[in-house]
């Protein structure tokens, strides 16, 4: 039987420099997306003069066409591999980048952001990329490094965005265009294929095989483990969109800050974000396992989520940001290595892309909550007065709830997916 790395070597793939390729295209691609996302509120409510129930709604645009395009990216790499699909999704952001600088209205705004979610399979090809390129064992680690990677993106992108976005807002999308298009110039110059013409022959035979022991029947994919997953997939980026999407409002609103102490903030967080992914992902794993890091990673996000609502003052923001980082890091690193584990290594791009599909729908609902309990000032439930915080704070705090209760299932049916404590540090110590 021919070893991984002996297969990394036939398909000439170096997985240290397709890792080094593969990180260069991310940051890029994070930077001019971290870039926007804190200018939308502004950019909706105070150049154009629309409610800010509308922000909701821009936001919800782009993931609603990513929720329909990401799987047809993911099976479309599939077939014809990871890096014409990888390129056909940058010339799209750059483009779409491009329509936002120059939009004149919130018709145009939307548009972009439609585009945007059209071409929007970067995410599940990158991660099927990182599938093809490691093997099960070690592909936590990878993926907290590649969320480390995602952090260097989200440190600079809001600082950049915020302050060059207080000057001018149409200066960060022609920033973030111009970022697109070295994405595009670094994969096609230094990204090596991982799955080349041979590699997807050797694909669509094992899927013959398959059918043939199955007396024809198809192989399913989406088997229950994987919608397990997939719902635990959802909760955690729900939760993330639900205090990332709101988050400049709530900055500018609550606190009487701006725009750039918003940089400021996701600033901090994207370092800690490096520290938890890059350097303490590897050590804590080792140490403690997938599950006990994952439980304790929910347990911290839901403590956040109930002190949310009564942080009143600026610097509380510096209690609530490190242990919603590490909620943040972990669980859904671990959440993405056990759904890539649901399935073999000939189907990571359609589960990739059912991945995204989650992170899609949960991208479509939280922002439109948050931005409907900001426009509640106050509401009586049951004779109790709660603010739009409270309602935040809460809700977030229920998705945990069922998250930990999912994850608990996955747990006891599907243990020998989650890997074991000091098991990870002697496999390929090399790639670490």
Not at 18 to 32: E, T
Not at 147 to 173: C, D, E, Q
Not at 408 to 415: E, P, Q, V
Request: a positive charge.
């Amino acid at each position: 039987m021919e070893n991984h790395k002996e297969k990394l070597e036939r398909f000439n793939i170096n997985q240290k420099s397709a890792m080094i390729a593969i990180s260069l295209c991310i940051f890029v691609d994070v930077l001019g997306y971290s870039m926007i996302l804190p200018l939308l509120p502004n950019i909706v409510n105070d150049v154009y003069g629309e409610p800010v129930f509308l922000i909701g709604i821009v936001i919800a645009s782009n993931a609603a066409t990513a929720l329909i395009f990401a799987p047809i990216w993911g099976k479309l790499s599939d077939l014809y591999g990871r890096k014409p699909i990888l390129l056909i999704s940058q010339a799209g952001t750059f483009m779409s980048f491009l329509l936002l600088g120059f939009s004149n209205s919130l018709v145009v705004i939307i548009t972009s952001r439609i585009l945007d979610g059209v071409f929007g399979g970067q995410i599940p090809i990158i991660r099927a990329y990182i599938a093809d390129i490691t093997e099960s064992e070690t592909r936590s680690t990878q993926m907290g490094r590649f969320t480390g990677i995602m952090a260097f993106g989200m440190i600079f992108g809001p600082a950049i965005g915020g302050l060059m976005g207080y000057i001018y807002w149409r200066i960060p999308p022609f920033i973030a265009s111009a970022l697109s298009l070295i994405s595009i110039l670094l994969t096609v110059m230094i990204l090596a294929e991982s799955m080349p013409k041979e590699r997807i022959l050797e694909r669509k035979h094992v899927i013959t095989l398959h059918k043939k022991e199955n007396h024809g029947r198809k192989q399913k994919t989406l088997t229950r483990v994987v919608w397990l997953r997939l719902g635990q997939f959802f909760f955690v980026s729900f939760i993330v969109f639900m205090f990332n999407s709101s988050f400049s409002e709530v900055i500018q609103t609550r606190y009487g800050l701006n725009l750039a102490h918003v940089g400021i903030f996701a600033a901090i967080a994207g370092i800690l974000m490096i520290l938890f992914g890059i350097f303490l992902t590897k050590p804590l794993i080792s140490k403690h396992g997938e599950k006990k890091i994952l439980i304790l990673s929910i347990i911290s996000g839901i403590f956040v989520s109930l002190l949310y609502p009564f942080m009143n003052d600026a610097w509380m923001l510096f209690v609530f940001v490190t242990p919603f980082v590490f909620s943040n890091v972990f669980s859904k690193t671990i959440t993405m290595t056990t759904l890539s584990r649901g399935v073999d290594e000939h189907n990571q791009g359609i589960v990739n892309g059912w991945g995204m599909n989650m992170q899609s729908i949960s991208q479509i609902i939280a922002p439109i909550i948050a931005y409907l309990y900001l426009d509640t000032s106050m509401l009586n439930i049951s004779a109790l007065m709660v603010d739009s915080y409270f309602l935040l704070g809460f809700t977030s705090a229920m998705a945990m709830l069922i998250l930990l209760l999912l994850v608990l299932i996955d747990i006891k049916y599907f243990s020998k997916d989650y890997q074991q404590p000091k098991l990870i540090k002697n496999l390929y110590p090399e790639t670490f």
